[in-house]
């Protein structure tokens, strides 16, 4: 077997039960140059977890390859970890595979990813080549379609593309009072208010992700995704353990599988966005839906004016003592009725 061009990026920390599945997926295309990053630990007892995730992957690559590690000792977090770790790849690499801990391949998705860097090398309409599709079409008349919105589970890009990431979003109040919202949403009011307050929260508070951030550069450019008309990478991640999907698994994701695409792919005539799968993102995937935005606003309000720390907190902390006063007196008025005859 031929070993795989495309460089891969392997993205992990200290789950070892999905990164053993993901990195077997791997393992069957034998990457040519395959770089591994993993954050540093947040603690003592994570640490143990974090090393062996570390030495299972590199007492399992056998095959020969160009093998590059990034293994910090210092924790940088769910957001600023992932984005330093794909800066380190492509200041070494023009284009690549990224895959995270949790994102679970096809065999087909390598193949995809492959064919489609190449096509789309020097069009800078595309921004993106997912492997991840939440609502997959069987009877689309192509391989894959378009879409404004990148879902990064297994994904693809060049180094021309990640050079406008930028994690505190510099130019957000600029963007903001322009008509860059009106435009990503369409007229929707309801996908102009969602976005407005991901990127304003995100602004204020970068750690919390890396992926939004990308998303907001992408949109900004009119760039879009390259969408397979099949799920090709399964989210394997939900659980105690997972950095950003500890809920339960949405019902959409948990009723998708992991699919095969078939070759040689059938390409659309035009880059023209499926509308019809936009709305579906929006409204289901992103929940795009007054409790959404409102939760979300209510965030930004509470960050921007500090009430968490001024007046939540003491409220809950006087709530929480007034509480216990009432208990203790609760308990000795039940204990002397208690006692007596």
């Not at 760039?223 to 659980?239: R, S, W």
Request: charged content about 30%; aromatic content about 16%; proline content about 4%.
């Amino acid at each position: 077997m031929n070993q795989f061009e495309v460089p891969v990026l392997f993205v992990v920390f200290n789950r070892l039960d999905t990164t053993q599945r993901v990195f077997q997926q791997i393992k069957k295309v034998r990457p040519k140059r395959f770089y591994v990053a993993s954050d540093g630990p947040r603690n003592s007892e994570e640490q143990k977890q974090v090393e062996a995730v570390r030495r299972y992957i590199m007492e399992n690559i056998d095959w020969d390859c160009e093998l590059k590690t990034r293994f910090r000792n210092e924790n940088l977090g769910v957001g600023f970890g992932p984005n330093d770790a794909i800066d380190w790849f492509f200041s070494q690499e023009e284009e690549g595979i990224i895959l995270e801990d949790d994102c679970l391949p096809s065999l087909s998705f390598f193949k995809f990813c492959e064919e489609l860097l190449k096509l789309y090398r020097n069009n800078k309409k595309i921004g993106v080549v997912q492997g991840f599709n939440p609502f997959p079409e069987e009877d689309y008349p192509y391989s894959y379609f378009f879409s404004k919105y990148d879902l990064k589970w297994g994904w693809a890009t060049w180094r021309d593309r990640w050079q406008y990431q930028d994690m505190y979003m510099r130019d957000w109040n600029e963007m903001q009072k322009s008509d860059f919202l009106d435009k990503i949403s369409g007229g929707d009011r309801l996908v102009k208010h969602y976005w407005n307050a991901v990127f304003e929260l995100t602004y204020r508070e970068p750690w919390i992700a890396w992926d939004t951030q990308f998303t907001y550069q992408l949109l900004k450019r009119g760039m879009v995704a390259v969408v397979p008309k099949k799920n090709i990478i399964l989210n394997i991640g939900y659980g105690d353990m997972a950095s950003s999907t500890k809920w339960g698994i949405p019902k959409h994701i948990s009723r998708l599988k992991l699919e095969e695409l078939e070759f040689p792919l059938t390409h659309p005539e035009e880059i023209k966005i499926n509308e019809e799968y936009d709305k579906k993102v929006e409204k289901v995937h992103f929940k795009m839906n007054f409790s959404t935005v409102l939760r979300f606003r209510l965030k930004v309000f509470l960050q921007s004016n500090n009430i968490t720390k001024k007046v939540f907190l003491p409220i809950l902390i006087n709530s929480y003592r007034g509480y216990k006063r009432v208990k203790v007196k609760l308990s000795r008025y039940t204990s002397s009725e208690k006692l007596t005859p």
